[in-house]
């Protein structure tokens, strides 16, 4: 084999090993883009849970409140009906 041979079978297993370095690279980029997408996506949810966590929590006392205010104004009710009376 003459030095051309060898240099030209060199550069051609170079080259072969590049394609397939070049093609796990680009396949491990398309793998972090779907896992980044994926990831997004599962923090937007955990948002919106928390949201909704936050809005259950505080709707109890809103609900609380309301009865309280009710309860004030018929008591309120049953004095004024008992002095008028």
């Known amino acids: 084999m003459s030095d051309f041979e060898v240099i030209n079978h060199r ?3 170079a080259e072969a090993d590049i394609k397939i370095l070049y ?3 680009n396949d491990v ?3 972090q883009v779907t896992s980044n ?3 997004d996506s599962m923090l937007l949810t955990l948002g919106e849970m928390k949201e909704s966590i936050e ?3 505080k709707r109890p006392s809103w ?3 309301r009865v309280v205010v009710a309860l004030i104004g018929a ?3 049953v004095l004024v ?3 008028l009376a």
């Open 11 to 13: 550069l051609d297993t």
């Open 23 to 25: 093609k796990k690279v």
């Open 29 to 31: 980029t398309l793998s």
């Open 37 to 39: 997408t994926k990831l």
């Open 55 to 57: 809005t259950l929590k």
């Open 63 to 65: 609900l609380w409140d």
């Open 75 to 77: 008591i309120c009710g």
């Open 81 to 83: 009906n008992t002095f």
